[in-house]
């Protein structure tokens, strides 16, 4: 079964921008949709957009249009997913989870950690 | 108003059925029914079902899902303290093109 590895976490400044990665450990990566999800300490999940790794096509909720980059290099079966303007309530889990039926496979989480 | 909503909590005895709800609207539930993911306490969520009643291979029938209009339902029968987790549902919604998360509902089993 496939797995989702993710970067290490991740102590950031206001201001400043945070990049995980999310290494999927077979080559059918192009095959599904990589979803990006994040929670806050103590909070519930937050949906923030998905990428498709076939095409590189991205779709992004409106709350994060102007901050999320999302990018795929497919040589290396890997998603990332950038976020620009770092504020204080950024800090989160941030996961990518692969899509057959809905959020199927699920990475580790990434701490982002927006502090000064 | 956009949005799933949950109970934030839920309480049942050990061996019993507990029965979860999520009510959304004809945009995101009613559109193409709804998922459900459980998720322990610093561990990344599991899927249980989706598009209402179909489960991942691996999970066990004690998790069945349903859907009546906009509101969806998660069952659990025979419950174990491992099933004691936060539960959340989600959907699409079709009008914000957006994926929609439940603020999610704690189960405690006693």
């Known amino acids: 079964q496939v797995q989702l590895v993710q970067s290490g976490a991740e102590v950031k400044e206001p201001g400043a921008s945070a990049k995980v990665s999310c290494v999927a450990s077979e080559s059918s990566f192009n095959g599904y949709i990589i979803h990006w999800v994040r929670q806050a300490p103590g909070q519930g999940l937050e949906w923030m957009g998905w990428?498709?790794?076939?095409?590189?096509?991205?779709h992004c909720a409106q709350k994060f249009r102007d901050r999320v980059t999302m990018n795929r290099d497919t040589s290396i079966s890997t998603a990332y997913m950038e976020l620009s303007r770092l504020r204080s309530d950024d800090t989160a889990v941030y996961y990518c989870a692969k899509e057959e039926g809905a959020f199927d496979i699920w990475g580790q989480g990434t701490i982002v950690t927006v502090s000064s | 108003q956009a949005g799933l909503t949950q109970p934030p909590s839920v309480s049942k005895d050990l061996r019993q059925t507990a029965t979860l709800t999520c009510t959304g609207s004809?945009?995101?539930?009613?559109?193409?029914?709804a998922a459900w993911l459980q998720q322990h306490q610093g561990h990344p969520p599991k899927l249980l079902s989706y598009r209402d009643n179909n489960r991942p291979s691996g999970i066990s029938e004690r998790f069945s899902a349903s859907r009546s209009r906009n509101t969806a339902s998660l069952t659990i029968t025979g419950l174990q303290p491992e099933d004691e987790a936060d539960y959340y549902c989600?959907?699409?919604?079709?009008?914000?093109?957006?994926?929609?998360f439940g603020g999610g509902t704690k189960l405690t089993v006693l």
């Open positions: 990428i498709n790794p076939n095409n590189g096509g991205t």
């Open positions: 989600s959907a699409w919604d079709n009008t914000l093109g957006a994926w929609l």
């Open positions: 004809t945009n995101d539930v009613g559109y193409q029914g």
